[in-house]
C-alpha cells in the first residue's frame, strides 16, 4: 500500500489549501482514513479521520470548523480542505490507513503512512 499526500505550501494566515492523500496497490476503498500533523519538536497529533464510506467524520478540537475532511472512493483518495488557517496550523501533515471502515484518532491503529506534505502559515 501507498499514500501520496500532496497539496501543501506556504499560504498567509486566514487562507486556504486542500490536501490530497492517494492510495495504490492493495487497499481496500472503504478502509478508514486519517489526516495527523506533526510540528518541529512537537509529537504527531490527529486532525481528522473519515470512516470507509465517508458517512463518520471526526474533527481534532482545533480544527473543527476550519477544516473538512472528504473522500472519493472511485480514486481512492481522500482530501483535507482547510479554511481560515492560522500560523499554528504549521506542520507536516500525514494521512494515514487503517485494516477497518471504522476511523479512529490513535495514530498507533492505522496501518500505512504516506510521506507527508509541508503546510506553512504566515502570519
Known amino acids: 500500500v501507498q499514500l501520496q499526500a500532496s497539496g501543501g505550501g506556504l499560504v498567509q494566515a486566514g487562507g486556504s489549501l486542500r490536501l490530497s492523500c492517494a492510495a495504490s496497490g492493495r487497499i481496500f476503498s472503504g478502509n478508514a482514513r486519517g489526516w495527523f500533523r506533526q510540528a518541529p519538536g512537537k509529537e504527531r497529533e490527529f486532525v481528522a479521520a473519515?470512516?470507509?464510506?465517508?458517512?463518520?467524520?471526526y474533527y481534532a478540537d482545533s480544527v473543527k470548523g476550519r477544516f473538512t475532511i472528504s473522500r472519493d472512493n472511485a480514486k481512492n483518495t481522500v482530501y483535507l480542505q482547510m479554511n481560515s488557517l492560522k500560523p499554528e496550523d504549521t506542520a507536516i501533515y500525514y494521512c494515514?490507513?487503517?485494516?477497518?471502515?471504522?476511523?479512529?484518532?490513535?495514530?498507533?491503529?492505522?496501518?500505512?503512512w504516506g510521506q507527508g506534505t509541508q503546510v506553512t502559515v504566515s502570519s
Open positions: 494515514a490507513t487503517r485494516g477497518s471502515n471504522w476511523p479512529t484518532d490513535r495514530p498507533l491503529e492505522y496501518d500505512f
Open positions: 473519515i470512516s470507509g464510506g465517508g458517512g463518520n467524520t
